[in-house]
């Protein structure tokens, strides 16, 4: 997914997501871009009801989930009744507007239940 970059610090291999000045683990200070592909394992996940303005639904569910190649991001998941979600799924992870302010759309990562 071209939208999102992580950086690989190229001394110890640690993913930053969003971007560090100096790798987390050894201070390190040049990274690798990196893009994370397919599909994504949900970590945690919680519901949250007071949303800022330019969201019209009445509560979300946002997710942290993990890319095949490490790369850690949150997101909205897809699921208006929730009954199906469970740490360790498999979600499909896009890039689609999450909300809307002054009639522009605001891009994010949309994560979905597969079948
Ligand atoms: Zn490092």
């Given amino acids: 997914m071209k939208e999102i970059t992580a950086y690989k610090c190229k001394k ?13 683990t050894c201070k390190h200070r040049e990274f690798e871009p990196i893009h994370p592909e397919g599909n ?6 919680t519901q949250i009801f007071n ?16 890319f095949a190649n490490g790369v850690k991001a949150m997101g909205q998941i897809d699921a208006p009744d929730g009954a199906d979600l ?16 002054f009639d522009e759309p605001v891009y994010g990562l949309k994560l979905k239940p597969l079948g």
Avoid: N, S
């Avoid at 110890?12 to 987390?24: A, D, F, M």
């Avoid at 994504?40 to 996940?45: E, I």
């Avoid at 330019?54 to 569910?61: I, K, M, P």
């Fill in 12 to 24: 110890c291999g640690r993913i930053h997501y969003p971007k560090h000045e100096r790798c987390l």
């Fill in 40 to 45: 994504v394992k949900l970590l945690t996940f």
């Fill in 51 to 66: 949303l800022p303005w330019g969201f019209d639904e009445r509560f979300l569910y946002i997710g942290v989930v993990q």
């Fill in 86 to 101: 469970r740490l360790g799924m498999t979600l499909k992870a896009e890039w689609e507007p999450v909300r809307t302010v």
